[in-house]
């Protein structure tokens, strides 16, 4: 349940924009570009994307660029996710056409992972852009209210804590499985 880069950075320019709401001068790609330091012709095809789709206007040549096409309280982020993300497909058996488990038949751990992923959706649909947004930003400051779009949730400082609890919990190591 890992976001590819490009919802990532679909996500970001949705939050920049929505950031920006209200702003005199629409945001450009390089002012997305260089606050979140990602590469502008990435950013293109993700803007594209978003036109396409009907969540941004853009406008070309000079004094263009991009807003939102509806109010961030309108843009699911679940909605956003699904259009964005390629595969959900969180395990080799999740699609037929490419398992090779021979457990398949008698194993739990597809309706569990399935199961999961819903949930996980269903978070997603149950959020809005403007949801994501930061009360500080909520007044469309502008270039200041965009940049003050930094992540709230901390992050485990050790990613390998979980495996190795697992083991020190006394499940077996490969050596010890002998069948």
């Known amino acids: 349940m890992r976001l590819t880069q490009w919802t990532d950075y679909t996500l970001r320019v949705l939050m920049y924009c929505a950031a920006t709401e209200g702003r005199e001068q629409p945001v450009t790609i390089t002012e997305v570009a260089e606050g979140y330091g990602i590469s502008r012709s990435h950013l293109m095809k993700i803007v594209q994307q978003l036109a396409a789709q009907g969540l941004l206007e853009t406008t070309r040549g000079r004094g263009g660029g991009m807003r939102l096409m509806v109010p961030a309280s309108a843009i699911n982020i679940g909605a956003v996710v699904r259009a964005t993300e390629t595969d959900f497909n969180l395990v080799e058996c999740f699609d037929p056409a490419t398992n090779q488990c021979r457990l398949s038949s008698h194993c739990r751990l597809k309706g569990v992972l399935w199961q999961a992923m819903q949930a996980y959706l269903a ?57």
């Open 123 to 179: 978070v997603l649909d149950s959020v809005t852009l403007a949801d994501l947004m930061a009360p500080a930003a909520a007044g469309g400051a502008g270039g200041a209210a965009a940049r003050a779009l930094l992540p709230t949730v901390a992050l485990p400082q050790n990613s390998g804590a979980v495996r190795r609890s697992a083991w020190a919990a006394g499940l077996p190591s490969k050596a010890e499985n002998t069948e």
